[in-house]
């Protein structure tokens, strides 16, 4: 079982910045993928980015190429996303979740994820 609990959240002004962390529980985080999603009200929820078991690769949501990074220290069993450039239309609710297919590639899609925060919510205010 994996237990994971977002945090860095808040009210930001645009072209600003927001570090999010997701902690997680569980003996065998490092060897999961690791993801970011994200849902604005009345949309679907989003892939923003995920990152490999081993840190070696990662991939992005085209809207955020270039401006969020992902990363992750097994160490600690913590998954980041730095949040550059924010804009408007970043505001939405933030989930972590966790691929538990071990070493398994890094997959965009949200059906892929086995594993849940509870989300922290990011406002960009224009």
């Known amino acids: 079982q994996v237990q994971l609990v977002e945090s860095g959240g808040g009210l930001v002004q645009a072209g600003g910045s927001l570090r999010l962390s997701c902690a997680a529980s569980?003996?065998?985080?490092?060897?999961?993928?690791m993801g970011w999603f994200r849902q604005a009200p009345g949309k679907e929820r989003e892939f923003v980015a995920a990152i490999s078991w081993s840190r070696g690769s990662t991939s992005y949501g085209d809207s955020v190429k270039g401006r969020f990074t992902i990363s992750r220290d097994n160490a600690k069993n913590t998954v980041f996303l730095q949040m550059n450039s924010l804009k408007h239309e970043d505001t939405a609710v933030y989930y972590c979740?966790?691929?538990?297919?071990?070493?398994?590639?890094?997959?965009?899609?949200?059906?892929?994820?086995?594993?849940w925060g509870q989300g922290t919510q990011v406002t960009v205010s224009s």
């Open positions: 979740a966790a691929d538990s297919k071990t070493y398994g590639m890094i997959a965009r899609n949200q059906y892929e994820y086995d594993y």
């Open positions: 569980g003996r065998t985080f490092s060897s999961y993928v």
